[in-house]
């Protein structure tokens, strides 16, 4: 295994509490695999035989309804793990995963990860940490779906964004690098036209701006 792979892995949640040793001995059982951006891990419904931490780049968790229409559960980022529910209910894949990002990911075997679980009590409990704030991640999610009109789950969408992985410019705006407008569209379960309809409006109402890729925000908003 490569410095990077490694590197990678000491800096996942799920691995935090490890020593030295402890660490190596996981960097035994994970295989290094690089994806391109759009391409399918896999499908939901699909059988499932490893679960997967990110080192590198950012996953998009897609499910589809009948009439094809796709809604974006989660996005994904470096340290962080997917495909453990279907390890851990012995169930098939609950949704698709797609590369939004050019990706490198660690496998790690169904029978591997089980015996990772079985000697470490700590990944088993940080495991569970991961697993329920993801469930409070999908209740607010219903939430914003069930209560809110496409501008408040915009709004709500954009704080998350820049809460997450934004960038602190010092000068009170904060900024991130805005998905495009599809993928905004499929994450709040509306269309890319009137996400661009909202984006202009919140442009004029509030304290946003958007230059390219960029969207800018008051940090105050935040808070
Ligand atoms: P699995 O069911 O094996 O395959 C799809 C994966 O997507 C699933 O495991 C989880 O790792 C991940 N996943 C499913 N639903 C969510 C969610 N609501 N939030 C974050 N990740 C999810």
Redesign the pocket.
Known sequence: MDSHSLKALAHVDLFSGLDDDELSSVAQLVHPMHVERDEQI?A?GDH?DA?YVISRGKVN?VITSPDGKELI??V?GEGQ???????LEA???????VAATSVELLSISRADFERLLDRHPRIARKLLTVISQ?LR??NA?MESLAYMDVAGRLARYFLDLARDHGQRLGNGWVVIRRPTHSEIAHSIGTSRETVSRVINDFEQRFGMANQGRFTYIREDLLK
């Open positions: 896999f939901a499932a679960a968790i559960l989660a994904l793990i997917f495909g453990e529910m279907g390890l169930a098939p894949r609950s949704a698709a995963v993801r991640r999908a999610k």
